[in-house]
């Protein structure tokens, strides 16, 4: 037997004015996309936003469901979202913001395991990481290389052919 350690680099930035301006312009896409979010159960709002090779931008959101596994999270809406519209062109980046309307949200969501595994799926198939970035409404805001920072030992289409 060996022991082995995974770790990756998580950059921990005191504030969205700390981000340069264009992840500014990406996490300002994400906190409007927010807004939009429909939360009528859990009252937790969440926008997504991801910038694609070719500069745009494609935003989601939470969209929930009276039968709460039908609802789908905003990473999830927005990575669909650029697969069906821009497919082929690769992902860049994904700025995420949550909100709450029962209280402040001043830490930064890091997106679910489903979600993870979703997102795996894109950075695999284009070959390329995506860089993420994580951020509540206020404080902190942590940013990672890659989604295999975030879901180590993914499973994936190698196990399938
Ligand atoms: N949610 C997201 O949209 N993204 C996350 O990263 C975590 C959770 C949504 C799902 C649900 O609508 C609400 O937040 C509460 O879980």
Do not use: W
């Amino acid at each position: 037997m060996k022991r082995e350690n995974i770790a990756f680099e998580l950059m921990v930035y005191d504030g969205f004015e700390e981000l340069s301006e264009n992840d500014q312009t990406l996490m300002e896409a994400a906190v409007a996309a927010r807004k939009n979010a429909y939360a009528p159960y859990s009252k937790f709002q969440v926008g997504a936003a991801l910038l694609l090779e070719n500069g745009m931008v494609v935003t989601g959101n939470n969209q929930e469901n009276a039968c709460y596994p039908a609802g789908l999270c905003a990473e999830r809406v927005a990575i669909f979202h650029a697969g069906a519209t821009y497919p082929g062109v690769a992902i860049k980046a994904l700025a995420i913001s949550a909100t709450s309307m029962n209280q402040p949200v001043s830490k930064p969501a890091a997106p679910c395991g489903n979600c993870r595994q979703s997102i795996s799926e894109y950075e695999i198939k284009q070959q390329e990481p995506i860089r993420i970035m994580m951020m509540g409404e206020t404080g902190t805001v942590l940013q990672c290389h890659s989604i295999s920072d975030l879901l180590p030992l993914a499973f994936n289409n190698s196990f399938l052919s």
